[in-house]
Nanobody, 125 residues
Framework: QVQLVESGGGLVQAGGSLRLSCAASGRTFSRYAMGWFRQAPGKEREFLAA????????NYAASVKGRFTISRDNAKNTVYLQMNSLKPEDTAVYYCAVARKPEWLGTQTRDFGSWGQGTQVTVSS
């Protein structure tokens, strides 16, 4: 049973930064990508970034490339999302997820299986 627990969300002013964490447990993740998504009210869940646990391959959505950075700590089974220069339109619930297939660095919601419960990020103007 995979368990993902996000943390680090909160309220921040525009231009500020937050770092989200996703602690994974339940099985071995070394061959699976981890991804970050977000969902704003009334909108579809949106891909942000994904990273392989090994090898260093990373994908970013164009909308956050240059502002957001995904990283991992293999020893802690934790993936991070550093978010800088936050904007009010970044307000959403942020989720982490594990890829369905090994060695697959997907960018679609359907590419990912287990999901965390989400953490709220609110950016005030």
């Amino acid at each position: 049973q995979v368990q993902l627990v996000e943390s680090g969300g909160g309220l921040v002013q525009a231009g500020g930064s937050l770092r989200l964490s996703c602690a994974a447990s339940g099985r071995t993740f070394s061959r699976y990508a981890m991804g970050w998504f977000r969902q704003a009210p009334g909108k579809e869940r949106e891909f942000l970034a994904a990273i392989m646990w090994t090898g260093g391959r990373i994908n970013y959505a164009a909308s956050v490339k240059g502002r957001f950075t995904i990283s991992r700590d293999n020893a802690k089974n934790t993936v991070y999302l550093q978010m800088n220069s936050l904007k009010p339109e970044d307000t959403a619930v942020y989720y982490c997820a594990v890829a369905r297939k090994p060695e697959w660095l997907g960018t679609q919601t359907r590419d990912f299986g287990s999901w965390g419960q989400g953490t709220q990020v609110t950016v005030s103007s």
